[in-house]
C-alpha cells in the first residue's frame, strides 16, 4: 500500500488526493503531498509517544481527514491500527478495546478520540513548521502495517495488511 500511495506523492505531489466534504457542505481538499507529509508527521509524533514498531493504536472517529492520515502513519510507523466504531456507546467501546486486545495478544498503546484529535492534528503540523521535534529515522515504511477493525454487524475482529 504505501509504496504505491509513495509513487503517486512523487509523481503527483500537487494533484489532490482526497477531498473532505463537511456537515455543511464545505469541501476541503488535501494534495498527495499535504498527506504524505501530514501522515509521517503523525507516523514520528506517535512513536515519539510511545506507540512502537508493532504496536496498536485504536481510533475512534468518524469519517475525517485524520482516519485517512491515521491509516496511512500506520503504514509509515509499522504499526496497527484499530478502528473502533464511534457509534457505539463508552462501555461497548472499552469492552471492545478490550475484547480486542485480548485477540492482538497486546495492549492499546495509544487512543485517538474526537477529544484529542485536534491536537494530535496540531501536532503534526508543528513538527512540520519545525516547532517540535522527533528522530527522522522513526518513520520507516519497509516494514508492513496491519489495520484490524470489527465486523458492524458482528463486533468480531477482522484484519488487513497493509
Same mark, same amino acid.
Given at each position: 500500500?504505501?509504496?504505491?500511495?509513495?509513487?503517486?506523492?512523487?509523481?503527483?505531489?500537487?494533484?489532490?488526493?482526497?477531498?473532505?466534504?463537511?456537515?455543511?457542505?464545505?469541501?476541503?481538499?488535501?494534495?498527495?503531498?499535504?498527506?504524505?507529509?501530514?501522515?509521517?508527521?503523525?507516523?514520528?509524533?506517535?512513536?515519539?509517544?510511545?506507540?512502537?514498531?508493532?504496536?496498536?493504536?485504536?481510533?475512534?472517529?468518524?469519517?475525517?481527514?485524520?482516519?485517512?492520515? /491515521?491509516?496511512?502513519?500506520?503504514?509509515?510507523?509499522?504499526? %496497527?491500527?484499530? %478502528?473502533?466504531?464511534?457509534?457505539?456507546?463508552?462501555?461497548?467501546?472499552?469492552?471492545?478495546?478490550? #475484547?480486542? #486486545?485480548?485477540?492482538?495478544? #497486546?495492549?492499546?498503546?495509544?487512543?485517538?478520540? #474526537?477529544?484529542?484529535?485536534?491536537?494530535?492534528?496540531?501536532?503534526?503540523?508543528?513538527? /512540520?513548521?519545525?516547532?517540535?521535534?522527533?528522530?527522522?529515522?522513526?518513520?520507516?515504511?519497509?516494514?508492513?502495517?496491519?489495520?484490524?477493525?470489527?465486523?458492524?454487524?458482528?463486533?468480531?475482529?477482522?484484519?488487513?495488511?497493509?
Amino acid at each position: 500500500m504505501i509504496s504505491a500511495f509513495e509513487s503517486m506523492v512523487r509523481r503527483y505531489p500537487q494533484r489532490t488526493c482526497f477531498t473532505y466534504v463537511d456537515e455543511a457542505g464545505q469541501e476541503a481538499p488535501y494534495s498527495y503531498r499535504e498527506v504524505r507529509m501530514l501522515a509521517a508527521a503523525l507516523a514520528r509524533y506517535l512513536q515519539s509517544k510511545g506507540v512502537q514498531r508493532g504496536g496498536c493504536i485504536a481510533v475512534d472517529l468518524p469519517n475525517c481527514p485524520l482516519y485517512v492520515m /491515521l491509516v496511512l502513519a500506520a503504514a509509515y510507523g509499522s504499526f %496497527t491500527i484499530v %478502528t473502533v466504531n464511534n457509534r457505539l456507546a463508552p462501555g461497548e467501546k472499552l469492552a471492545r478495546l478490550l #475484547e480486542l #486486545e485480548r485477540c492482538l495478544g #497486546e495492549r492499546v498503546a495509544f487512543r485517538v478520540d #474526537e477529544e484529542n484529535a485536534a491536537g494530535l492534528f496540531d501536532h503534526a503540523a508543528a513538527l /512540520l513548521a519545525g516547532e517540535e521535534r522527533s528522530d527522522p529515522a522513526a518513520v520507516r515504511p519497509a516494514r508492513p502495517s496491519f489495520t484490524a477493525r470489527t465486523s458492524a454487524a458482528t463486533a468480531a475482529p477482522r484484519s488487513t495488511r497493509g
